[in-house]
């Protein structure tokens, strides 16, 4: 049976890898470095991971809450910032993908099902700044988490629980990790964005709060207090924390081993590792 | 309301480059092709984001015509504009 060796949670902010590039020295470059390292020593021969898309992937024609890619390989970043890989080629693993979407329909979760993907930067920008091999599988669940309405965090949290289920299920003795991406207070483009520059981190406080509820493993009461509103509150782009809820469903509520915040771009780093459940 | 039609305007700015020389060498004319409001129309024509954005329009779509250099638009432009708009709160 497949297993789930570990959970991360990382930014995917695109001026991320030039700025690492830049100044290899900054918090960032070392907390993605650590975090790079950890990942190295876990090994995974598949990464399940929880996404927002930025209007990239899909659009408002046809824009779902939740999607599973059920594809060989998927190829991006789709969205042409510099620096950010653009036509990596990504291989998935499609029995799995099919095997997550069958158990959530079954668990009456009403998933797209996604035969053709293109990645924008959010999956692949992890991908890069954590050295994962070309080789390596990836299935990139997308949960919308940038345009409201968004779904609860008490849903984000219900679907990575069933999508763990299915991966543990599943026939096939694989070492999975979970990974979310994304920031947790951060405004993008919005007028909530600092001056002289394109983001923002409006709501420190709420960093700080879903950072000791992390620490304490306090998951029950976090998805509770992320309301929409709350949410809406802390940035455009703030409902990335349901990523990070979801893949804890997935992983299994418990404390993280570390989580680091950054306030200056409203992001942190997330490391679950060991038997959760 | 036609907001999908100035959301897919933000976005073909950035994908195509061909729009993107046609709404800078003639932007009334381009625009045309498009279902908008008076007001969308002319928000659009100016480069008015912040009014787009009290109209409903997503921001990361927006953001779109600054990194296109569209009506009147840079990132910092667009950011300048944005950030003098009045947050509201979608959930």
Redesign the interface.
Known sequence: MAEIIGGMSVPHLPFLPMRIENDPDSWVAREYGAMAAEFERLAPDVIVAFSPD??ASF???NLPTFAVPIVDRFTGATD?YPRVERDRTVPSHRALGAAIHHHLIRSDFDVARVEHFEADHSVIVPLQLLGAGRDLRVIPLVVNA?????PSAKRAHAFGAAVGQAIREFDEPLRVLVLADGGINQE??????A?G??DGAPDPAWLDNVTARLRAGEVDELVLEAT??R???AG?AAGELLTVLAMLGAYGDSAADRFEPGHEDGIAFGLWKGAAE | MSLYEVHAICRTALKDEGFRDALNADPEATLDGFDLTPAEREALLTGDVAALYAQGAHEYALMWLGRAEVLGLTVPEYMKRITSAEPHYVY
């Open positions: 930025h209007l659009f408002f024609d042409g940038l345009c409201p309405p968004l993008v483009g919005g007028p909530r964005s001056p520059r394109a929409p509103e949410i809406a509150h455009n």
